[in-house]
């Protein structure tokens, strides 16, 4: 199975910082990465598919970038509603597998 | 509107088996694959299985941790996705989730409940 690394687990930030998160793949996964929302108690929400890709509703305030094993989400200016966990997602094969999560905390 | 519901969850004794069901709506469920994702309390995502659409043969793939216990169907006369638990472990305890899958998974059901135990 391809394993997902993200870093860090947990952050903490302020209203309008820019941050970002890191996920990197055992092996190659070209640009077969999502990256998820997930509230308390709530089903995740889709935020960047194929790497780069924003997801249609998705504020452009979230972007990701990267290919082959090294990824990144950026939320350029925090807002109240972004403090949550992320996850990221590989869909190079079928065995989907995800990060561990970062769960980002208001400072 | 999509929308996915799932029901069927509960409380089952290690060894019993529980079927969870997956209503959906809002899209044409016979031309889409649909997986299932769970969530053990307090810890991250972990893939369950999926089905794909009849049109690539609907055929299934499991997680090794479910493969032989776990079984995926579909009934697209009535859009409905169904998982089968046997021989259900008190590690199986999670929210399941019901999800339309493109690869990217872009909509989600709100989750059932199953607790494993005796």
């Known amino acids: 199975d391809i394993q997902m690394t993200q870093s860090p687990s947990t952050l903490s930030a302020s209203v309008g910082d820019r941050v970002t998160i890191t996920c990197r793949a055992s092996q190659s996964i070209s640009s077969w990465l999502a990256w998820y929302q997930q509230k308390p108690g709530k089903a995740p929400k889709l935020l960047i598919y194929k790497a780069s890709s924003l997801e249609s509703g998705v504020p452009s305030r979230f972007s990701g970038s990267g290919s082959g094993t090294e990824f990144t989400l950026t939320i350029s200016s925090l807002q109240p509603d972004d403090f949550a966990t992320y996850y990221c997602q590989q869909y190079s094969n079928y065995l989907y597998t995800f990060g561990q999560g970062t769960k980002l905390e208001i400072k | 509107e999509v929308q996915l519901v799932e029901s069927g969850g509960g409380l089952v004794q290690p060894g019993r088996s529980l079927r969870l069901s997956c209503t959906a709506s809002?899209?044409?469920?016979?031309?889409?694959?649909m997986s299932w994702f769970r969530q053990a309390p307090g810890k991250g995502l972990e893939w369950v299985g999926f089905i794909r659409s009849k049109a690539y043969g609907g055929t299934t793939e499991y997680a090794a941790s479910v493969k032989g216990r776990f079984t995926i169907s579909r009934d697209d006369s009535k859009s409905i996705a169904y998982l089968q638990m046997n021989s259900l472990k008190t590690e199986d305890t999670a929210v399941y989730y019901c999800t339309r899958d493109l690869g990217r998974i872009d909509y989600w059901g709100q989750g059932s409940l199953v607790t494993v135990s005796s």
């Open positions: 809002g899209f044409t469920f016979g031309d889409n694959a």
